[in-house]
């Protein structure tokens, strides 16, 4: 978080010196500023394709969520890190938690869908539940063992999570 400052923001994009202070005054209003452009490019790269049916079942859901597992880990790893770096700021800074909790909505609510889709009894409580898992998943990768796993152990590991929560055939009509 240290690293983020007016300057090293203007360096960064090869602006003029004092370019970002125009546009972000305060400290605050930089992470503020962070924190969007942050959940811009998640939701463009992790829900832009990503309707929700009607119906799905639960390898279709295993999939959705591995894949989304799987970008964060390898494309999106910097996001994700400056992510947690936001998550901890937004803990010390109230004005940052109401953006971080309005982010933090944008994907769960998706999320809600998908997993009701999959035939799940009470959806909203399994949905924390996955972002609990996936937040797991993604804490153990990038700050705790540091082991990125495959794309398959991703799915494996979202199935067996899965196989707990939802019916066995995961699809509602």
Request: overall charge negative; cysteine-free; aromatic content about 4%.
């Amino acid at each position: 978080m240290r690293g983020l400052t007016h300057r090293a923001v203007d360096e960064a994009a090869g602006l003029a010196p004092g370019s970002t202070s125009n546009i972000a005054r305060t400290r605050l209003a930089l992470l503020e500023l962070t924190l969007t452009r942050l959940t811009e490019l998640d939701d463009a790269a992790l829900l832009a394709d990503l309707p929700v049916p009607p119906s799905l079942t639960r390898d279709q859901l295993t999939e959705i969520v591995a894949h989304a597992l799987d970008v964060q880990l390898t494309e999106a790893r910097r996001r994700a890190l400056a992510r947690y770096e936001l998550a901890l700021e937004a803990n010390r800074r109230p004005e940052l938690r109401a953006i971080y909790d309005r982010a933090g909505r944008r994907f769960r609510e998706p999320l809600i869908a998908l997993v009701a889709a999959a035939g799940s009894p009470d959806p909203v409580r399994h949905a924390r539940r996955l972002v609990t898992f996936h937040e797991g998943v993604l804490f153990d990768a990038l700050a705790g063992a540091g082991d990125v796993p495959s794309l398959d152990d991703l799915r494996r590991a979202t199935a067996d999570f899965l196989a707990g929560i939802l019916p066995e055939t995961g699809l509602v009509t």
